[in-house]
């Protein structure tokens, strides 16, 4: 189950970030109401993340107990990349319950950019023990 779990948390999070690029460059233009598929698939995927990153953190129970015992330097990552994720969550959910926030769209982007650059040092922290895993 874990490797399912992994593999689709990282199918749907390149799946995010490609609608989210194409829908940013679409706000910018003002284009945006003309896209409804990317817009499903963007939600959808983003949705599907989180449901997939709640799985993945309910499969490290002990990194959550033994939080402050680990090392600052160990969790930065980590923990940053989860309040990240709980924050583009927040944001994503305004924005499809009908914000037309400028702000929140402007923020859900950034976050978006910021869980992309953290997602992609988490994963390739443990690319060697992930290659093995999957042999």
Known sequence: MKKLTDILAILCLIAAIITGFILHKEV????????????????????????LVALHCTEHKSWFRNYRKIAAQKITVSTILLATGILILATGIALMAGSRSHFISILHYALGILFTLLAIFHVAKRWKMLKTMFK
């Open 28 to 51: 910018n233009h003002l284009y945006i109401y003309n896209d409804a598929a990317t817009w499903t698939i963007h939600e959808i995927a983003g949705l599907s993340l989180t449901v």
